[in-house]
């Protein structure tokens, strides 16, 4: 035999390659289905849930008024305002409620 | 009258008849260029079978027509990853060396095959990939380039270019020891 032959000897694969293949693409289409299901399940999920609002902006609140803070003169004695602690310095809230005369 | 084929110039769907169709075709001609890759019956099957599955995964953008040259791309990209795996592996003691196939300890004495692996070993991939090609696939040269991406011209030069240096080989391994 040529020695060349040797090099080039045609080799059989191992029997039952087809069946296999075939077993592959069967496990492959068995998990596919569920993967595609759960996949599609998240995204319907992210797309039905309402939009987050974005956050409301509190910089102004932070800023140092430009004048001190007054109760308009035409609602004095109607008007009771009372300061609430907000634990910063920068920021301070104020109650601001009507006043009921109590009956005679 | 009732149509069984595509329409003219419309490719034929690649569904799984015809991947097993395919399969059954190319299976020896992919296994025999794979295992002179890896030399394991077992590695080389495997990558028969994982190029298979490949291209089935892609089935939606490959025609028919074309899948043959694709099949031997990825069949060589996963023998070269496995090969240097595995070749790590061995330096690295993880492994042994491997042994020939049952089929190729049936039909070659040891020494004959061993003579023949070092032959084809001492290619550089380039040569080898060209050279297993031309012999086992029954691609033609301009599909051997595009399975390889180099000019159908530099398949031709790369064939010969090997089976001369196979010949060599064989020739110093034949050489009386003095």
Known sequence: MNPMDDVFVDLPPPPGGLRRL??????????QAPALALAAAAVLLTLALPPQAPPPDLSPLLSTPSSPISVLPAAAGRLAVSEIETGTPELVHYRVAGVVSAPD | MKQTGPAPGVPAPFDQARLEALYTRLERP????????VW??????????????RLWMMRDRVRLETA????????LNLARKRRRWRRLRTFVGLDEQTTPAHAEAALLSAERAATARQAVESLPEELRSVM???HYSGLSYREIGEALSIPEGTVASRRNTALKRIQASLEEAHEPHG
Do not use: G, M, T
């Open chain 1, 22 to 31: 075939r077993s592959r693409l069967d496990r492959r289409r068995r998990w």
């Open chain 2, 30 to 37: 992919v296994y025999n260029v794979v295992y002179r890759w």
């Open chain 2, 40 to 53: 394991s019956e077992e590695d080389a099957a495997e990558i028969v079978q994982e190029a298979f599955v």
């Open chain 2, 68 to 75: 043959k040259p694709l099949v031997y791309r990825i069949a």
């Open chain 2, 132 to 134: 297993l090609l031309c």
